[in-house]
Every structure is written in C-alpha cells, then in structure tokens.
C-alpha cells in the first residue's frame, strides 16, 4: 500500500527531474553549435561605437577567387591548413641566381598567415564566382593599356613607359597614394591601419603611404560636384555599431602600380560605400561595395576582416630622398639621345 508521504516524495522527485532536465535542455540551446552570445562593442565617452586602435588586414585569403576553384565558396578545415602550410614553406628565403642582387627577402613582407576566418575562398564576397565583375569596353581599354606598362614584359616596378615627365611614373612609385578602394585591401607589407575617433569626426591613417582619411559625420554633403580628391570625399553616419561611410568625388587617376593589389585605376564615376563593424574585442569587419559604372558591368562586395595589433606603426619613408625618378628620367633622355643604331 503507498502511503500519502511516498506519493509526496515520488512527486517532488518527478517535479526535480522535470526541472533539472529542462535546465539541461535550456544551456543546451544556449550552446547550440553557430548560436554566438551577442556581443556589446565598447563605446567612446561620448557614445559611440568605439573602433580605435591598430588593426592589421594581412591575410592568405586573395581579392579573387583563384579560378581552378570554380563554384567553391569556402575552403574545409583541412584545406585551409594545407594552404597555410604550403604558404610558410614557400616563404624560406634563397639565394638569387647568380649574377642577380637581389631584391626584398622575406623580413620586409608581412603577407599574412592564415586565411579569412570564415575560409572563404576570395574576399569579394558578392559576384556569383567570386571575382571582379566583366569590364566595359572602356574598362577594357584601361586594363589593356596598364597591362602594357605593368604586365610581364615590364621593365621594373616603374613599368614601359614612356618617361617623359614625372607625372609618367605611377602615383604609387611616386609615393603619392595607392588610392581606394586599394588603401584598404591588404597587399604584400604594411598592412595595418590606426583609427582614431573624436566627437562627429573619425580618421583613418594608413601604414601605407602614410595617408590620413578624416570622416566627418555630422551629416553635411559631399563637397562640390566639380572637386576631385585622390582618396575621395568621405562622408559618415552610424547605422547601430556599424560605421557607414559613402566616398564620391574621386580624380580620373592612374593609382596602378608596383605591389598594388588592385589592378584598376580611380575615375571620377567611382562610388563606393564601407562598413566597419566591430564584431569581437579584437576583429572589425570591413565591408566595401565598389560601384563604378565606366569599369564595371555592376557592382561587387568586397568582406575583409581587420585584426587587433599591439604593435606600433612606424614611419613609411617612401618619397624622401627618392632619387629613383631623377634616375629613371635620366637614363629615358640618354636612351634618347643613344645612336640609333647601337653602341659601336
């Protein structure tokens, strides 16, 4: 016979495993697997979302998807280790042929060592194949005319030619500016950024070719149509954490050139929108939409993840005492004035 206390005592033993097994079931779902706890950026005293500090952008990962990937969006764990390890091996410095200088040895680059976080396979994320999209027949022609100067048959980093002027070598031999969006793609060295943020302002200083980009956000409009800067117009707003900035207003410029990632140059059609979002304590994403409608077919997206460095930013002394291109301008007015036929 069950007396009323056992019934009590089965009850409260029913009701406990009930509850521990629906606290169980509670921190289950809580650590479901790709269910991330929501994460609060810091914020300045004046309240916005907080994005300063040196971040570093360098990675395996290329603009375009390399084309014998085909349809392939992201790379296994096992992949992307394979390419990580074949990156570090072919890394090892060597001699030179004999009877070559030399050039950079491994010291002066800082490539990256691991791909993207996600393992995607480019970091243009929005075109079906993962790379530029076609280029318009005016496009094509810029393209055509750059791969003549700068393609494989190219004499050094200044490219073909001709040298008539100062202004015929590259705005990045000259240490001028590699642009945007070329500013913010990593490339082979220096591939970091400082951000600082005052109230309605922030400013971005490149490692690179040390330039600073200052972003106002206190909603004014873009200068005049009619004005055209090398890095654009920048102009910012906050949509929640992320900072959203609109650049127009860019020069017809040539900002092609020895280890410039991105091929193209600026035209005053360019039109671009970025995003930076500070996803962790130690990542920003950087998000950029490139729309230029003079080199491509439509738009494309580019996600770049931008990685907290302790490390400092040192002086990128480029164009002081270059003499490179009194040189170069020298030796294009003797191959001028050389015998037609050669040396006797």
Same mark, same amino acid.
Request: proline share 8%; net charge negative.
């Given at each position: 016979?069950?007396?009323?206390?056992?019934?009590?005592?089965?009850?409260?033993?029913?009701?406990?495993?009930?509850?521990?097994?629906?606290?169980?079931?509670?921190?289950?779902?809580?650590?479901?697997?790709?269910?991330?706890?929501?994460?609060?950026?810091?914020?300045?005293?004046?309240?916005?979302?907080?994005?300063?500090?040196?971040?570093?952008?360098?990675?395996?990962?290329?603009?375009?998807?390399?084309?014998?990937?085909?349809?392939?969006?992201?790379?296994?764990?096992?992949?992307?280790?394979?390419?990580?390890?074949?990156?570090?091996?072919?890394?090892?410095?060597?001699?030179?042929?004999?009877?070559?200088?030399?050039?950079?040895?491994?010291?002066?680059?800082?490539?990256?060592?691991?791909?993207?976080?996600?393992?995607?396979?480019?970091?243009?994320?929005?075109?079906? #194949? @993962? /790379?530029?999209?076609?280029?318009?027949?005016?496009? +094509?022609?810029?393209?055509?005319? !750059?791969? =003549?100067?700068? %393609?494989?048959?190219?004499?050094?980093?200044?490219?073909?030619?001709?040298?008539?002027?100062?202004?015929?070598?590259?705005?990045?031999?000259?240490?001028?500016?590699?642009?945007?969006?070329?500013?913010?793609?990593?490339?082979?060295?220096?591939?970091?950024?400082?951000?600082?943020?005052?109230?309605?302002?922030?400013?971005?200083?490149?490692?690179?070719?040390?330039?600073?980009?200052?972003?106002?956000? #206190? @909603? /004014?409009?873009?200068?005049?149509?009619?004005?055209? +800067?090398?890095?654009?117009?920048? !102009?910012? =707003?906050?949509? %929640?954490?992320?900072?959203?900035?609109?650049?127009?207003?860019?020069?017809?410029?040539?900002?092609?050139?020895?280890?410039?990632?991105?091929?193209?140059?600026?035209?005053?059609?360019?039109?671009?929108?970025?995003?930076?979002?500070?996803?962790?304590?130690?990542?920003?994403?950087?998000?950029?939409?490139?729309?230029?409608?003079?080199?491509?077919?439509?738009?494309?997206?580019?996600?770049?993840?931008?990685?907290?460095?302790?490390?400092?930013?040192?002086?990128?002394?480029?164009?002081?005492?270059?003499?490179?291109?009194?040189?170069?301008?020298?030796?294009?007015?003797?191959?001028?004035?050389?015998?037609?036929?050669?040396?006797?």
């Amino acid at each position: 016979m069950i007396t009323p206390r056992l019934a009590l005592r089965g009850c409260l033993a029913v009701m406990i495993l009930l509850a521990l097994l629906a606290s169980l079931a509670m921190a289950q779902a809580r650590k479901a697997p790709g269910t991330a706890e929501k994460w609060t950026p810091p914020h300045t005293p004046w309240g916005d979302p907080d994005l300063q500090g040196i971040w570093s952008n360098a990675t395996l990962t290329p603009i375009e998807r390399p084309k014998e990937l085909g349809e392939k969006h992201f790379l296994t764990s096992d992949q992307a280790a394979e390419l990580e390890e074949r990156a570090a091996q072919s890394r090892v410095d060597s001699p030179p042929p004999k009877g070559d200088p030399g050039t950079y040895n491994q010291f002066w680059f800082e490539r990256g060592t691991k791909v993207v976080p996600t393992k995607r396979t480019s970091l243009i994320v929005d075109t079906p #194949d @993962g /790379r530029l999209p076609p280029l318009t027949p005016d496009g +094509q022609r810029r393209d055509q005319e !750059r791969f =003549r100067r700068l %393609g494989p048959d190219a004499v050094g980093s200044s490219g073909n030619g001709p040298f008539d002027s100062w202004e015929d070598i590259s705005v990045v031999t000259r240490c001028i500016t590699r642009g945007l969006p070329n500013a913010m793609i990593p490339g082979a060295y220096n591939n970091n950024l400082q951000i600082v943020q005052s109230p309605g302002f922030v400013a971005l200083f490149s490692e690179m070719m040390h330039e600073t980009r200052i972003i106002s956000l #206190d @909603g /004014r409009s873009h200068i005049d149509a009619g004005i055209h +800067q090398w890095m654009g117009d920048s !102009r910012g =707003r906050w949509e %929640g954490n992320s900072l959203v900035v609109d650049v127009t207003n860019f020069r017809d410029n040539d900002v092609t050139g020895f280890g410039v990632p991105y091929r193209f140059s600026e035209t005053s059609h360019l039109h671009l929108v970025e995003r930076f979002t500070r996803v962790d304590a130690d990542t920003i994403n950087y998000e950029v939409t490139v729309d230029d409608p003079t080199t491509f077919t439509t738009p494309w997206t580019a996600s770049i993840p931008m990685v907290k460095s302790d490390g400092a930013i040192f002086e990128y002394a480029c164009h002081e005492a270059n003499y490179s291109i009194v040189d170069i301008l020298r030796a294009s007015r003797a191959q001028d004035n050389a015998p037609k036929d050669g040396p006797k």
